[in-house]
Structure formats: structure tokens, C-alpha cells
């Protein structure tokens, strides 16, 4: 005489089911601190990309001659893409 049932359209006197417990996901201790410490490793490395990027750009006017100035350029935006995307990758598949 107990047991709970659910009222509904068709399913009169049906057992309700329990209801399903949901347990959060453990982490290790001390991986948060992982996090912090690749945000600053990434501000600092966006600091010294924009100075490598405007000190490329001028040793590539200095050694290179003015006709080449774009094919050179060129490469190193691509280069820079490329390298980019990697480590955007690579960080992804760590998380």
C-alpha cells in the first residue's frame, strides 16, 4: 500500500522509478593550478610573439631585398599560422 505511482494518461497503478543520482566528476587535487599556470605561460608568450613578430618584420626589411619583402612575409605569416594552430591543437587534446 506503499508505493508510489504516477499518474498519466494510460498508466494508472504504474511504479514510479527512483529517481537517478548524477555524481560530479572528481579531479585531481592541485590541477587547477595547472590551469593558472598555463594562462600566465600563454600571456607571456603572446607578449614575446608580438615583439618577435615586429622584430621579424624588420630584420626581414633590413636583410632582405625590396622585391622579396612579400614572398618573405608571406612565409612567415604562414609559418605563424601554421604554428599557431598547433599548439591551439595540442592544447585542446591535453584538456
Known amino acids: 500500500m506503499n508505493e508510489t505511482t504516477t499518474p498519466g494518461a494510460g498508466s494508472a ?3 514510479a522509478e527512483p529517481a537517478t543520482r548524477v555524481l560530479p566528476t572528481l579531479k585531481r587535487p592541485g590541477t587547477e593550478w595547472f590551469s ?3 594562462a600566465i605561460i600563454l600571456l607571456f608568450v603572446f607578449i614575446a610573439a608580438f615583439q618577435l613578430y615586429f622584430s621579424m618584420q624588420d630584420i626581414i626589411r633590413t636583410w632582405v631585398s625590396d622585391q622579396y619583402i612579400p614572398v618573405f612575409n608571406a612565409v612567415y605569416y604562414i609559418v605563424i599560422i601554421v ?5 591551439i591543437r595540442d592544447y585542446i587534446r591535453r584538456q
Open 36 to 38: 593558472a599556470l598555463y
Open 13 to 15: 497503478g504504474q511504479k
Open 83 to 87: 604554428v599557431g594552430i598547433w599548439l
